[in-house]
């Protein structure tokens, strides 16, 4: 924060200051640092709040990556602006269309790294699902992303930069001075950090990344549009309340502490009835409606009618949704996925007491996209660009 440093004057642009060296990428900054580096770049302190207001809406508004179009800056600011900064999202290396519409992307961030990022189309939404870290430091037995070490966080430009990858592939950037969804519903309207990571252990870049999808001249998304998941990271659980405010869900899983030491080994550092008391506080201070509990439905492991009683006595005074998920099966996985009729059964059973338990039928399967299979696909298409190159002997 430079308000605490000296009083900065309107003959400012004349004082040299000092600033980090290189270009500095727009994407991802707050709007508070970019704020404090347009002012110790010279902009007049009294401006740099429109400054800052009329660059977002260039950058998350339509989607503009040139300072040249920005219309309504001077010619010299933008200039100064293409000096400073770039705008620059992560790349997209590939496309897979699903039967059914969902589209996988896999996205190059800095370091040669990948992550994968899922847009989910519906009647009434389109959802993209995102991620927050390459790897997961957890290890969950169902989960194909839990196999594979952490390589690094991401940042909150590669954060948000991924809703704005996709915005540029589904072609839904506004006209200038025109507001997304003027024009009828919006392709991308929710957002899930349900893709590869743990979001609660990157937590400042989510935070930042979600106030900008958040904000009015950022990409502009209602909180209640954007999901968080957790596999339950207590002490970050308050802080996502207060600081971010956006919709949870809970990977839940089971309803046991023995049965979830062991698919959720996070749970041997909080457990259900911790896990619980962090969520009983959530919808108070985030004043959301319902907690999400994302229950994976593993044959004979968790899906009796025992663990649906139990399940609903556990959640008792939560506002909640329970999402059923059928496993998604990868190759080596330790489960199996539920019968249908003991799915359908154990959702009953939530049902009549109250809940509303849809049942997540599993979208883009045959692109290996569902929920849990990120980054295998990736992982093999590795494998297999590497064999392909030393089968042709350049490897
Ligand atoms: N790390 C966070 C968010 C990413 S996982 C979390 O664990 O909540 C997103 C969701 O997919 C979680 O509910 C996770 O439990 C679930 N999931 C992981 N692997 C799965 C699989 N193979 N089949 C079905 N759901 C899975
Ligand atoms: Fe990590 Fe979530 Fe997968 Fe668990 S389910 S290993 S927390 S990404």
Known sequence: MTDSTAPITQDVMTIPRKLPEGPINIVGLTREALRDTLIAQGTPEKQAKMRVNQIWQWVYQWGVRDFAEM??????YRTELARNFVIEIPEMVSRQVSADG???YLVRIAGDHEVEVVYIPETDR????ISSQVGCTL???????????????????????QVMMARDDLGEWPEPGQGTGDNGPRLLSNIVLMGMGEPLYNFDNVRDAMKIAMDGEGISLSRRRITLSTSGVVPEIAKTAEEIGCMLAVSF???TDEVRDKLVPINKKWNIATLLDALREYPKVSNSERITFEYVMLKDVNDSDEDARRLVQLIK???AKINLIPFNEWPG?????????????FADIIYKAG???PIRTPRGEDIMAACGQLKSASERARKSRRQIESEAGIG
Do not use: M
């Open 71 to 76: 219309t309504n800056l001077s010619k010299a």
């Open 102 to 104: 969902t589209r996988k």
């Open 126 to 129: 389109g959802t993209l699902c």
């Open 139 to 161: 290890t969950c037995s169902f989960c194909h992303t839990g196999t594979q070490k952490l390589v690094r966080n991401l940042t909150a430009g590669e954060i948000i930069g």
């Open 253 to 255: 899983h089971a309803t």
């Open 317 to 319: 005074g939560i506002p």
């Open 333 to 345: 996985a330790p489960h199996q996925r539920s019968d249908w009729d003991r799915i359908e059964k």
């Open 355 to 357: 809940y509303a338990s």
